[in-house]
């Protein structure tokens, strides 16, 4: 099994760092209300404003601090801590907060850039000192607007969104699941009570997947959301209803990486992200159940999905400037 080492966590370390000021290509989630919102990267977001965009920013910063704290001693480590020191300073916040009080971006980054943001504040909130703990005391007035845009939107929605893109719900709900259970239990139940709404019926998962530019799996990330929402014994029961042939290899979709045939195509590169995060649902299904019988299953299914797209991770900068993100999920599941 493929487990994070110190050379693979150098080399994470050094593609975030070269990516994670660099401003330019950037495609920005920006509405034009007038002139006056022509504005380059860097002003619109002081801190997010590298790695392409500003999501990718966002869990390119959690790679590092996540990183980190497994390899205190990596050799990019002190660049890594100059790199927070220079970027979360309460005057950039301020800047972050001040985008999101424009009119026009009620919606900015929802809800997947909500969710990575409040995973960076829960990995930075376990650094106790340094410079990566005097970043979270910095980044919790963002973490709190966007919890609070959760409150606001989650009464909202009465369906959730099933892709394997930036718009699930049910991979947001796991990827805030950890800062809003430590920090806003209110919010915690609340998701949960959503999840059980949405999701607590479903049967008999037809996995129709992947699509061309899926980067999680819409059936996966719903059962993983749900396992860490629910109890152990009720999302057994769930899983059971939700897939009830995972024993015997079905749906035989979710088992098979994907091929990724052009990755200079940022949809199609895409893939080598679904097979990372794959890999990620998988280990830690297999983690929880122990010796069911889904387990061996799930463990060689996550295996092969790692050896597909490891490789991969750096080459080109379409997928090299956020691959390595998706890629330290499975490896630390």
């Known amino acids: 099994m493929t487990t994070l080492t110190p050379d693979i966590a150098e080399k994470f370390a050094s593609l975030a760092l070269g990516h994670i000021a660099r401003e330019f290509p950037y495609k920005m989630d920006h509405v034009f209300t007038g002139p006056q919102d022509v504005i380059a990267p860097r002003t619109a977001h002081p801190i997010f404003y590298g790695s392409f965009d500003w999501h990718s920013c966002v869990h390119g910063y959690w790679l590092m601090a996540r990183l980190l704290r497994r390899q205190p001693d990596m050799p990019s ?33 929802r809800p997947y850039g909500w969710a990575w943001l409040l995973a960076l504040q ?101 059962m993983e959301c749900m396992r860490r929402m629910l109890q152990p014994a009720t999302f057994r029961e769930w899983l059971g209803r939700f897939m009830p042939r995972l024993a015997q290899g079905h749906p035989t979709s979710l088992f098979a990486p994907a091929k990724v045939s052009d990755r200079t195509d940022g949809k199609i590169a895409h893939l080598d992200g679904l097979n990372f995060s794959r890999a990620w649902c998988w280990r830690a299904l297999a983690a929880q159940l122990g010796d069911h019988p889904i387990s061996q299953r799930a463990r060689e299914s996550a295996d092969r999905h790692l050896d597909a797209s490891l490789p991969h991770v750096a080459g080109d900068y379409m997928g090299e400037h956020w691959l390595a993100t998706f890629a330290l999920l499975a490896l630390d599941a």
């Open 122 to 222: 829960a990995e930075l909130e376990l650094h106790t000192d340094g410079e990566l703990a005097t970043a979270a005391v910095s980044l919790r007035p963002l973490a709190q607007a966007f919890a609070q845009r959760f409150h606001a939107f989650l009464p909202l929605a009465d369906y959730p969104i099933r892709t394997g893109v930036h718009s699930s719900t049910a991979f947001a709900i796991r990827m805030s699941a950890d800062w809003a259970e430590a920090f806003d239990p209110a919010l915690f139940d609340l998701m949960r009570e959503k999840c059980q709404a949405w999701y607590g019926g479903d049967r008999d998962c037809p996995a129709w997947e992947p699509s061309l530019d899926d980067f999680h799996s819409p059936a996966l990330s719903e």
């Open 77 to 109: 480590a002190p660049r890594i801590r100059a790199q927070f020191a220079e970027a979360m300073t309460p005057e950039n916040v301020t800047g972050e907060l001040a985008y999101l009080a424009r009119p026009m971006a009620r919606s900015f980054e």
